[in-house]
């Protein structure tokens, strides 16, 4: 994905507004497949504005740590035509493994992509052609259409023909138990 870039502001040592970081997402996972291009983390703890330390410079997993944040690009491809079920399954179950997210994957009965984190997530479709797979729902979304996905079980499809580009933030979070 070209032109992804992040801008990070700070402070320097007399407390003027700086840009501390400019350029690239520093991690990225699976563009083979469309990608999660990491932007920043938090970890619920103070922050330091002064640092120039790259909260985005970590291994990536789909979830944050408990009272962290999450904000990422993620890229989707189109699914090639032909591709037997069995194999997207392994794909997926491969993919969710090697982002610490195997354990989310609670019902793919649906889709081979289906999963569910602990997160309240706020996604923007920036460009492409996208459907929101849900248990029981669907929606086709449109470029600037906006997600606020409260820990269901859901997964992505591209329609198009060219990857799609979406923007999330996931905040962990704790859901009332029915």
Do not use: C
Request: net charge negative; glycine share 6%.
């Amino acid at each position: 994905m070209k032109n992804l870039r992040r801008i990070v502001t700070g402070h320097n040592e007399n407390n003027k507004s700086i840009i501390m970081i400019d350029g690239k997402p520093s991690r990225t996972i699976g563009e083979d497949v469309g990608g999660l291009f990491e932007v920043w983390n938090t970890d619920g703890k103070e922050i330091n504005s002064f640092s120039n330390e790259d909260k985005a410079d970590m291994d990536i997993i789909l979830s944050p740590i408990e009272n962290g944040t999450k904000f990422r690009y993620f890229a989707i491809h189109p699914t090639p035509d032909g591709i037997p079920k069995e194999k997207l399954e392994a794909a997926a179950a491969l993919a969710f493994e090697k982002i610490g997210a195997a354990h989310e994957r609670i019902d793919t009965s649906k889709h081979h992509a289906m999963h569910q984190t602990k997160t309240i997530d706020y996604i923007i479709l920036l460009e492409g052609d996208v459907t929101l797979i849900l248990d029981e729902d669907e929606v086709r979304l449109q470029p600037f259409n906006v997600v606020v996905q409260r820990g269901t079980n859901h997964a992505w499809v591209n329609n198009g023909t060219e990857p799609a580009l979406l923007i999330a933030v996931l905040i962990d979070s704790e859901f009332k138990k029915n």
